[in-house]
C-alpha cells in the first residue's frame, strides 16, 4: 500500500508513538484513546511458529458481513472470508456473543476498526499454501483418508482444498482482505489491474514433425474416429500451414499484449521435453528446432515471453526431474539465445513445496502454474503475483509466482462448457478481479486458437478472455 512499516514487540514503544496510523496484532485487543486512529487484528500465532502444524487438525473459518458498507468508501463486497477467528482461540472463548459458531457468519463492528479473525495468517496461509504443504508431508495421513488421495496425476486437487469446500474458489478473497485493511487505513493498494494472456505449447504441429510409425498410426485413429481430420491433414501435407503452428494464431493474440511490463506481460511456455511418451507428446526434437528457426524469421524470441513447459515430473525422483528439466531448459536456451526465466508446469504438475525447491535449483524466476487444471478460480486465494515462501525451509525464495484463474482445457474438457457459456463465466471472474485492482491471468493451448477439431469454435473464447474491460477499479 506504499506505507514505510516499522515493526515493534515494545508495547510502551507502540503506544507512545505519535504516527498516524497503528496495527496492533495480538491476541487481546489494545485500546487507544480517541487522537489516535488504530485498527486491532487479532493474532492466533501461526505467523509466530516456525514448524508446520499437522494435517487433519479442524481449521475453524468464518464469513463476515461489513455493515454498513458506505463507511469502508467503494469496496465492491459485503462479507469477508477469514480463518482463524478470535472466537475459536480459548483465550477469548468465554468473549463477544455477537460471534458466531464455526463456519457461521457475524459482524464486523467498522467503528472500533477490530479484526476479529487473524487477517495475516488467513493472508499467509493461503499464499503458503499451507494445507498443501501439509498435504505433501504427511504420506500417512494420505493413506488413512481416502478424500486426501491425489489424482490420476499425483496432484493435489481442487476439492481437497478449503477454498472450494467454502465456496470462495472462484473469489479473489485474499485480494478482498488487503482493500479492505487498506480501507481501514484509508490506502488503496497499489497493484493495478491488468490482462495477462498465456500459451502453452505442447504439440507444436498437429500433423508434422512425427515418425513414420506414429504418422501411421494418427491416420488410422482418424480414418475410425474423425474420417474429416484426413482432408485437413491432406492439406498441410500440400503445403497448407498447420493449424497447430505458432504463428497461426497463438503468437498474434499474444502479440497484442506485449506493451505490459515483462514480469506482467504476455507468456508462451514451450514443452522441450527430447522422448516421446504418453504424456510428453512434443514433436520430434529435429522438427521442434525447424519449426523455431522458421520463427525466428518473422519475430524476434527472447526469455522475456518464452519460457520453459517442465515435462511430466516423477515426484519421487527430484533428480531425475531436475536432469530432464536443465535439459529442457539448455534446449529452450539455445532457440531463443537467452536462458529462460519463467516456468508454468506441463499438466500443471504442481507438487509444492518440492517443485519450487527444484525451480530455484534452476535458477526459475517465475512460475505461472498456481491454479487448478480442474477447477477456475483461485488456488492461493490472489490474483495477484507475489513472492513464494517455502514453509519447510523457513524462508523466502526468488521465485516469483503468478496466479493464473482460468484454462481452456479446465473449461472443455474438465468441466464440459460450451464456448459460450466459457465466455461468460471468465467475465463474471474478470469483473472480480478487475474490482480488486488485481491480475486476470489465463492459460490457452495453440491447439484451442486452432480452428481444428474438436477446438472449432474456441478461438472466439480465448479472443474474448483477452478483450479489455472498461475501467471499474476501486477509487
Known amino acids: 500500500m506504499g506505507f514505510a512499516v516499522s515493526i515493534t514487540l515494545d508495547i510502551n514503544e507502540f503506544l507512545n508513538s505519535t504516527v498516524t496510523h497503528k496495527i496492533a496484532y495480538t491476541p487481546t485487543p489494545i485500546e487507544l484513546d480517541d487522537n489516535n486512529s488504530m485498527v486491532w487484528v487479532f493474532c492466533d500465532g501461526l505467523l509466530q511458529e516456525n514448524f508446520v502444524r499437522p494435517l487433519g487438525e479442524n481449521l475453524a473459518t468464518k464469513t463476515y458481513a461489513i455493515e454498513p458498507i458506505n463507511a469502508l468508501g467503494s469496496l465492491s463486497f459485503n462479507t469477508l472470508f477469514g480463518l482463524f477467528p478470535a472466537d475459536q482461540s480459548s483465550e477469548l472463548a468465554s468473549g463477544d456473543p455477537k460471534t458466531a459458531t464455526n463456519g457461521g457468519r457475524s459482524f464486523i463492528d467498522l467503528a472500533s476498526k477490530h479484526i476479529p479473525f487473524d487477517l495475516f495468517a488467513t493472508i499467509f496461509w493461503s499464499i503458503s499454501r499451507y494445507e498443501e504443504v501439509q498435504w505433501g508431508i504427511s504420506q500417512a495421513v494420505q493413506k488413512q483418508k481416502g478424500a486426501l488421495q491425489p489424482d490420476v496425476h499425483g496432484r493435489y486437487t481442487a476439492t481437497q482444498s478449503l477454498l472450494f469446500q467454502s465456496g470462495v474458489l472462484e473469489r479473489p478473497f485474499v485480494d478482498e482482505l488487503v482493500w479492505f485493511l487498506g480501507a481501514l487505513l484509508n490506502r488503496k493498494p497499489l497493484h493495478q ?42 492439406r498441410v501435407l500440400l503445403g497448407r500451414k498447420d493449424p497447430y503452428a505458432m504463428d497461426n494464431g497463438t503468437i498474434q493474440l499474444l502479440q497484442k499484449h506485449e506493451k505490459l511490463r ?95 525447491q527444484l525451480l530455484a535449483q534452476l535458477g526459475i524466476e517465475s512460475d505461472w502454474s498456481m491454479g487448478y487444471p480442474e477447477a477456475i478460480g483461485f488456488r492461493a486465494g490472489t490474483s495477484v503475483p507475489f513472492i513464494w515462501y517455502d514453509i519447510v525451509l523457513d524462508q523466502t525464495s526468488k521465485i516469483t509466482v503468478v496466479p493464473f484463474c482460468i484454462m481452456d482445457v479446465t473449461c472443455r474438457n474438465y468441466k464440459n462448457l460450451s464456448p459460450q457459456e466459457s465466455i461468460n463465466i471468465a467475465l463474471s471472474i474478470k469483473s472480480k478481479v478487475q474490482l480488486m485492482g488485481g491480475t486476470f491471468c489465463f492459460i490457452f493451448h495453440n491447439e484451442s486458437v486452432s480452428e481444428s477439431h474438436p477446438w472449432k469454435g474456441w478461438k472466439n473464447v480465448i479472443e474474448s478472455w483477452a478483450e479489455p474491460t472498461k475501467s471499474n477499479n476501486p477509487s
Open 193 to 234: 489491474y491488468s490482462i495477462v494472456p498465456t500459451a502453452d505449447i505442447d504439440m507444436a504441429l498437429r500433423y508434422g514433425g512425427r515418425s513414420i510409425s506414429t504418422q501411421m498410426g494418427s491416420i488410422i485413429r482418424d480414418l475410425i474416429t474423425a474420417p474429416h481430420l484426413i482432408f485437413e491433414r491432406l
Open 262 to 356: 515483462a514480469d506482467k506481460g504476455p507468456k508462451m511456455f514451450v514443452l522441450a521435453s527430447n522422448q516421446r511418451t504418453s504424456r510428453n507428446k512434443q514433436i520430434h526434437p529435429r522438427a521442434f528446432i525447424q519449426e523455431f528457426e522458421r520463427l525466428k524469421n518473422s519475430m524476434a524470441l527472447s526469455n522475456e515471453w518464452i519460457g520453459i513447459h517442465p515435462s511430466w515430473q516423477e515426484k519421487t525422483n527430484a533428480l531425475h526431474n531436475l536432469t530432464e528439466w536443465k535439459n529442457e531448459m539448455e534446449v529452450v536456451e539455445m532457440l531463443i539465445g537467452e536462458k529462460p526465466k519463467h516456468s508454468r508446469f506441463h499438466y500443471i504438475h504442481l507438487h509444492i513445496p518440492h517443485s519450487y
